[in-house]
């Protein structure tokens, strides 16, 4: 199920491309009045519409590629983007890991944080986004990092 959800990152991006694309409008309605040069608003508006486009889509077909993979150490993480091509990435799930969820369906789950493409220190959560059997896997990660913590003391019977 991939739904729309821009959520609230997109309001700023959203704002500014249509103040961006009213003004580049109005300017272009100006110039088609005086002279013949109002085919240069239209980079302007085409500029501030992708803008308004990538706020409201772009996190939607991002998780249209993604692919998410739990093994009995680590969580991995497929995102296939639309124009760079696929990249795959892996964490550990350990004693060290935190999982948050927000219990709704379709759930999202977050178990690390890693570093912003050149965002200056900036940490990004990284989850398994919108799982359709979210209860189920956030079970599975918790069984994992809980065996990782408590580790369970297997002898062999009748051994040493």
């Known amino acids: ?4 959800t821009p959520g609230f990152g997109a309001i700023y991006p959203v704002v500014f491309g249509l103040v961006f694309t009213s003004i580049a409008g109005f300017a272009m309605l100006r110039m088609a009045e005086r002279s013949g040069f109002f085919i240069l608003g239209i980079i302007f508006m ?3 519409l992708s803008i308004i486009l990538h706020a409201l889509f772009s996190g939607m077909l991002i998780r249209r590629w993604s692919r998410y ?8 993480v497929l995102v296939g983007y639309p124009i760079l091509g696929p990249r795959l990435d ?3 799930i350990n004693k060290n890991t935190t999982l948050h ?3 709704l369906n379709p759930m999202t789950i977050r178990f690390a944080r890693a570093p912003r493409l050149l965002s200056r220190g900036r940490l990004k959560d990284i989850a398994f986004e919108k799982v359709t059997n979210g209860e189920a896997v956030f079970q599975l990660m918790w069984e994992l990092r809980d065996r ?7 002898t062999p019977l009748g051994g040493k």
């Open 1 to 4: 199920m991939r739904s729309f």
């Open 46 to 48: 085409g500029f501030g």
């Open 69 to 76: 993979t739990l093994t009995n150490q680590r969580a991995f």
């Open 90 to 92: 892996h964490w550990p």
């Open 101 to 103: 969820s927000n219990h």
């Open 148 to 154: 990782e913590k408590y580790p369970v003391n297997h």
